[in-house]
């Protein structure tokens, strides 16, 4: 059974640039969260995917955005990128009541 | 204030030493909790949900206190290999909240 899986594992990027991010969930799982995660910091949710559509939504602005395809894989979009977009950006799968998600090994983006 | 809040440590604790953990939060109406366990560069595992009843699973224990809105991990006769990063977890309607991360270090 393969668990979450991300690609790709490792992105350097310009500033200014576009980037996509990809996910697919555990088997069995329909429900996708990204996170991004600082150096020092804990995760911070960025937002859910359920059905296709955004279910939720933490503090982070336009430029972060996001799909989820009928299989239940996902994107996350990063538009217009900042140095400080730089960090470990993590897929989470789960089922829609608040059990507990399964991560991916996530994407490290480095923005220079 | 963060949403939950964590002591980051770190903690160094020698081999056979008990260890815990403290975390708080600061939304009543968060619904369910957990720790995960994140080595250095990798993703976070769970490493137990936290009911309160309290729950155990070999060395480790977690309790929750919702009066308090207060979350706690023992871990009992340390290992090398417990040495990690440990993040307190809130859900709630689907959104999850991470602390910073406790560190331990378990050393020889």
């Known amino acids: 059974d393969a668990g979450v899986t991300q690609s790709p594992t490792h992105l350097i990027k310009t500033r200014g640039q576009q980037v996509t991010l990809r996910c697919s969930p555990k088997?069995?799982?329909?429900?996708v969260s990204w996170y991004q995660q600082a150096l020092g910091q804990g995760p911070q949710f960025i937002f859910q995917y359920y059905e296709e559509e955004e279910r939720q939504r933490g503090n982070f602005p336009d430029r972060f955005s996001g799909h989820q395809f009928p299989n239940y894989s996902s994107e996350l979009n990063v538009n217009a990128l900042l140095l400080g977009d730089s960090a470990l950006y993590l897929c989470a799968s789960s089922l829609p009541a608040d059990t507990e998600a399964f991560f991916g090994q996530g994407t490290r983006l480095t923005v220079v | 204030r963060k949403e939950v809040e964590q002591d980051p440590g770190p903690f160094n604790v020698p081999e056979g030493a008990t260890v815990a953990f403290n975390c708080t939060y600061s939304n009543s109406a968060s619904q369910s909790f957990f720790w995960y366990r994140q080595d250095c560069r990798k993703e976070p595992k769970l490493l137990m949900s936290v009911y309160s009843s309290g729950n155990e699973d070999g060395r480790f224990t977690a309790q929750l206190n919702r009066a308090s809105q207060y979350i706690s991990l023992l871990i009992r006769d340390s290992k090398l290999s417990d040495s990690a990063t440990y993040l307190c977890?809130?859900?709630?309607?689907?959104?999850?909240?991470f602390g910073d991360g406790t560190t331990l270090t378990v050393k020889p």
């Open positions: 088997s069995g799982h329909d429900t």
């Open positions: 977890v809130v859900n709630r309607a689907g959104k999850s909240t």
